[in-house]
């Protein structure tokens, strides 16, 4: 059952196609299936349209955690347990961001919140297989715990995944 907690989105960003959801965005969106949450907010492990070996054979999906199952005093903790110390030696952290994937200046009404990974995707040279590595890394050492806790890792079929946005999360 979701936490009963109204989560700080300061602001809902525009609408995006799925194909654009990265791993690390953190994005809201409708989701058909849903049995308890409709508009899950999630942070985006993986996504099947870039890492074909998350799919299901009939299915593309998105791996991820729904926030809305965390109460919002466990995810400032369960922030600053994913920030605590470095992958592949790099610090990651969520933050605002101010230039999109292009080097494009955001505006302050359209920024949103990211996961900033210790590789920045194509910039770096990065193939889907490090991706996949350090989002696994992510996961095995700092989220399985909360997720086991709060019952908060979700997968996603794509098919049932309307309305997708970034969003601006207040931690």
Known sequence: MPAD?????????????????????LVE?????????RKPI??????G????KINTKKNIVIHGVNLNYIPRGSVRQFKKHIERSPILGR??????LNRDVKGQGILEENRYTQ??????GEKAGESIAQLRV??????????????????????????????????????
């Open 5 to 25: 907690v109204i989560h700080p989105i300061v602001r809902v960003k525009k609408q995006l196609k799925i194909r654009d959801i990265k791993a690390g965005s």
């Open 29 to 37: 969106f409708k989701y058909a299936k849903a049995a308890a949450v």
């Open 42 to 47: 999630v942070l985006v492990l993986s996504n």
């Open 49 to 52: 349209y870039y890492d074909k």
């Open 91 to 96: 610090n990651i952290r969520f933050d605002a």
């Open 115 to 120: 996961l900033i990974l210790p590789a920045s």
């Open 134 to 171: 350090i989002m696994k890394t992510i996961y095995s050492t700092r989220i399985k715990p909360l997720a086991k806790k709060y019952d908060c890792f979700r997968i996603y079929n794509v098919k049932e995944i309307s309305n997708v946005k970034r969003i601006f999360y207040k931690f």
